[in-house]
């Protein structure tokens, strides 16, 4: 069975930073690309960050570019997402997801597997 379970969200200060986690489990990690996507309330969702299987190509949205950074660990089978320089507007939940291997990073289709989600919250 296949599971991701993200963890690390949080109430955070502007300016502050926070570090999500996915643990993921039930498959072979390292067969997949991996996706952080967020869903602010009345917003649709996004794809924030996504790594390849080896981690050669990453892909961040221009409205994260410089602040968030993604990575991965193979041999953990995790995922993180560290968020630096958070602004009101990050707030959302954040999901992870992972996609067989096929697709380029920046294109946010066929994502098959996703985690509940983390709530980050940026206070003003």
């Known amino acids: 069975q296949v599971q991701l379970v993200e963890s690390g969200g949080g109430l955070v200060e502007t300016g502050g930073s926070v570090r999500l986690s996915c643990a993921a489990s039930?498959?072979?990690?390292?067969?997949?690309?991996m996706g952080w996507f967020r869903q602010a309330p009345g917003k649709e969702r996004e794809l924030v960050a996504a790594?390849?299987?080896?981690?050669?190509?990453?892909y961040y949205a221009d409205s994260v570019k410089g602040r968030f950074s993604i990575s991965r660990d193979n041999a953990k089978n995790t995922a993180s997402l560290q968020m630096n320089s958070l602004k009101p507007e990050d707030t959302a939940v954040y999901f992870c997801?992972?996609?067989?291997?096929?697709?380029?990073?920046?294109?946010?289709?066929?994502?098959?597997?996703w985690g509940q989600g983390t709530q980050v919250t940026v206070s003003s």
């Open positions: 997801a992972a996609r067989r291997i096929g697709l380029g990073v920046s294109i946010a289709l066929g994502y098959e597997h």
């Open positions: 039930g498959y072979t990690f390292s067969n997949y690309d």
């Open positions: 790594i390849n299987w080896i981690g050669g190509r990453i």
